[in-house]
């Protein structure tokens, strides 16, 4: 049997029990009786299981969240296609869950949260999740995207790496992705490098939860259609902390006819120096990276394209590939910036070491006829701007593609 043995006069009692070893490991199996009698543990009702996203055989997803208490549920996800006119509406059950089912989809990763009586919120039942500028979103992946999906070959590896910033006075993140062996090779085992730029609402996570860039390197390198790299994806807004508000916008005006194109109000110059003088040398003193313009690459999209122009124009001898996606040359007045910039852009000798400018931007883009004028401005100063028209808009499901398009043309 238990001894109860008082050890104090706190201001409540304070007991210790104390158990023998025949109560503690030959205690007879209690009797039903005797099992009445033991203390429970007293629970509240328990809601219905809910499983969420689901995904079905046919490609359509349910999505579903509990709450029983709101008015209205709604799905937000820009490349999810409505299921109505009027939205993505959910529709509540008799045990509370509400419920919508979409699709088919087409293979690919999506981004999305629910709105709850007027409150955005990711899905309490999926763990996937990507960071925006200011917010987070809940993630899935539909198989079938085959150069996109996680196939059975040899991985890289991706670092949240964090650094403090001498020049921005403030910490700072950038994910880094190694290709597979890196970590077994020699200190003379260097490799070509590749800067990958997110856009304005987006963060250095987004390549890697939604455009799946770690799994579109692994396959190429696996098939052999591009050569071992370094990717580093760094964080391009400058004004704000992962989490923090949103910056206010400005908008760059587009040619007669287009969308305007939002920018971040925090000047571009900013992310530059912090590139220049942080990143860079950081990942040329931290990994085994080939530091010669041939091994140099700098690519982004739609924010992070207008980026890789203004860092690498001006410092052309060090980049040997530019990739430009759903982006242009940002700042307001492109006569202006050119006039600013006509040195840089007619230096003849910082031209030749260019291998590839490539520019992709869909046809439903808002930012195509942006693009158009500066693929002319770049063509009049005797560039070769690689530029095509491609079907689609300005999402993910286009920024994935030219991933996978750009890389196996770099360091050849």
Same mark, same amino acid.
């Given at each position: 049997?238990?001894?109860?043995?008082?050890?104090?006069t706190?201001?409540t009692?304070?007991?210790?029990?104390?158990?023998?070893?025949?109560?503690?490991?030959a205690?007879?199996?209690p009797?039903?009786?005797?099992?009445?009698?033991?203390?429970?543990?007293?629970?509240?009702?328990?809601g219905?299981?809910?499983?969420?996203?689901?995904?079905?055989?046919d490609?359509?997803?349910?999505?579903?969240?509990?709450?029983?208490?709101?008015?209205?549920?709604?799905?937000?996800?820009?490349?999810?296609?409505?299921n109505?006119?009027g939205?993505?509406?959910?529709?509540?059950g008799?045990? =509370?869950v509400?419920? #919508?089912?979409? @699709?088919?989809?087409? /293979?690919?990763t999506?981004?999305y949260?629910?709105?709850?009586n $007027?409150?955005?919120?990711?899905?309490p039942?999926?763990?996937?999740y990507?960071?925006?500028?200011?917010?987070?979103?809940?993630?899935?992946?539909?198989?079938?995207?085959e150069?996109?999906d996680?196939?059975q070959?040899?991985?890289?590896?991706?670092?949240?790496?964090?650094?403090?910033?001498?020049?921005l006075?403030?910490?700072r993140?950038?994910?880094?992705?190694?290709?597979?062996?890196?970590?077994?090779?020699g200190?003379d085992?260097?490799?070509p490098?590749?800067?990958l730029?997110h856009?304005?609402?987006?963060?250095?996570?987004s390549?890697?939860?939604?455009g799946?860039?770690?799994?579109?390197?692994?396959?190429?390198?696996a098939s052999?259609?591009?050569?071992?790299m370094?990717?580093?994806m760094?964080? =391009?807004?400058?004004? #704000?902390?992962? @989490?923090?508000?949103? /910056?206010a916008?400005t908008t760059?005006?587009?040619?007669?006819? $287009?969308?305007?194109?939002?920018r971040?109000?925090?000047?571009v110059?900013e992310f530059?120096?912090?590139?220049?003088?942080?990143?860079?040398?950081?990942?040329?003193?931290?990994?085994?990276v080939l530091?010669?313009?041939?091994?140099r690459?700098?690519?982004?999209?739609s924010?992070?394209g207008g980026?890789?122009?203004?860092?690498?124009?001006?410092h052309?001898?060090d980049?040997?590939y530019?990739?430009?996606?759903?982006?242009?040359?940002?700042?307001?007045?492109?006569?202006d910036?050119?006039?600013?910039?006509?040195a840089?852009?007619?230096?003849?000798?910082?031209?030749?070491?260019?291998?590839?400018?490539?520019?992709?931007?869909?046809?439903?883009d808002?930012?195509?006829q942006?693009t158009k004028?500066t693929?002319?401005?770049?063509?009049?100063?005797?560039?070769t701007a690689?530029?095509h028209?491609?079907?689609?808009g300005?999402?993910?499901?286009?920024?994935?593609?030219y991933?996978?398009?750009f890389?196996p043309?770099l360091?050849?």
């Amino acid at each position: 049997m238990h001894r109860l043995t008082r050890v104090g006069t706190l201001s409540t009692a304070l007991t210790l029990v104390t158990l023998t070893a025949a109560t503690t490991f030959a205690q007879p199996a209690p009797t039903s009786r005797a099992a009445a009698t033991q203390p429970t543990t007293r629970r509240g009702p328990q809601g219905p299981q809910v499983t969420s996203p689901e995904l079905r055989p046919d490609n359509r997803v349910s999505f579903r969240v509990l709450a029983p208490k709101a008015d209205a549920v709604t799905l937000n996800g820009g490349d999810i296609p409505a299921n109505t006119p009027g939205g993505r509406t959910l529709t509540k059950g008799d045990n =509370g869950v509400w419920e #919508l089912t979409v @699709g088919p989809l087409n /293979p690919g990763t999506y981004r999305y949260t629910f709105n709850v009586n $007027g409150v955005p919120v990711v899905d309490p039942r999926n763990p996937a999740y990507s960071q925006s500028n200011n917010n987070l979103w809940s993630v899935i992946h539909v198989p079938g995207l085959e150069f996109a999906d996680e196939h059975q070959v040899p991985h890289g590896a991706v670092a949240a790496v964090h650094y403090f910033s001498k020049t921005l006075n403030k910490n700072r993140r950038m994910h880094v992705y190694t290709p597979p062996g890196y970590e077994l090779g020699g200190a003379d085992e260097k490799y070509p490098v590749l800067y990958l730029l997110h856009g304005s609402s987006d963060s250095d996570d987004s390549w890697i939860t939604v455009g799946r860039a770690n799994f579109i390197l692994d396959n190429l390198i696996a098939s052999g259609k591009a050569r071992p790299m370094i990717v580093v994806m760094p964080h =391009g807004h400058t004004s #704000l902390q992962l @989490g923090g508000p949103p /910056p206010a916008t400005t908008t760059a005006p587009a040619a007669a006819g $287009g969308a305007a194109a939002p920018r971040p109000a925090e000047t571009v110059a900013e992310f530059d120096r912090d590139f220049l003088n942080e990143i860079k040398p950081y990942v040329e003193s931290h990994y085994r990276v080939l530091t010669d313009r041939p091994h140099r690459a700098i690519a982004g999209l739609s924010m992070g394209g207008g980026q890789s122009l203004s860092i690498s124009l001006p410092h052309l001898t060090d980049y040997a590939y530019i990739g430009v996606f759903s982006a242009a040359i940002f700042q307001r007045n492109l006569p202006d910036w050119e006039q600013q910039h006509a040195a840089e852009l007619d230096n003849v000798q910082a031209k030749d070491g260019l291998k590839l400018l490539w520019l992709r931007t869909g046809s439903d883009d808002f930012l195509l006829q942006r693009t158009k004028d500066t693929v002319a401005l770049l063509n009049r100063h005797g560039f070769t701007a690689n530029f095509h028209e491609t079907p689609g808009g300005h999402t993910w499901i286009n920024w994935r593609n030219y991933l996978d398009e750009f890389v196996p043309q770099l360091f050849k």
